[in-house]
């Protein structure tokens, strides 16, 4: 059974930092489209970054984080992480881990929340101004 598990959430200050971090199990990363989403109080699930999502080996990261935040991966350690720098109040949000196996290599899963089958729990950052 496929499972991600995600830490590293807390209430940081405008200008502040946070790493976020989702451990895989039963699954193999380098077969995964592995992936960020936020979704704060009353808006859609939305893309923050993601891995192997748009070509293998890329990363994809939204242009609201661009320069900000940074996505990575140890596939050895099945852990997916994201640095969250010069937070702002707009990042509110649960953060979410996210997957989706590639069918073929070079597969595009892309960056939808509907086109991943596997979720973790969730992760709250909080920013105050």
């Known amino acids: 059974q496929v499972r991600l598990v995600e830490t590293g959430g807390g209430l940081v200050q405008t200008g502040g930092s946070l790493r976020l971090s989702c451990i895989g199990s039963?699954?193999?990363?380098?077969?995964?489209?592995m992936g960020w989403f936020r979704q704060a109080p009353g808006k859609e699930r939305e893309v923050v970054s993601c891995?192997?999502?748009?070509?293998?080996?890329?990363?994809y990261t939204a242009d609201s984080v661009k320069g900000r935040f940074t996505i990575s991966s140890d596939n050895a350690k099945n852990t997916l992480f994201l640095q969250m720098d010069n937070l702002r109040p707009e990042d509110t949000a649960m953060y979410y881990c996210?997957?989706?196996?590639?069918?073929?290599?070079?597969?595009?899963?892309?960056?939808?929340?509907?086109?991943?089958?596997?979720w973790g729990q969730g992760t709250q950052v909080s920013v105050s101004s």
């Open positions: 996210a997957a989706r196996q590639l069918t073929y290599y070079n597969e595009l899963i892309g960056t939808e929340a509907s086109r991943y089958n596997v």
């Open positions: 039963g699954l193999r990363f380098d077969e995964y489209a």
């Open positions: 891995i192997n999502c748009n070509a293998p080996g890329s990363t």
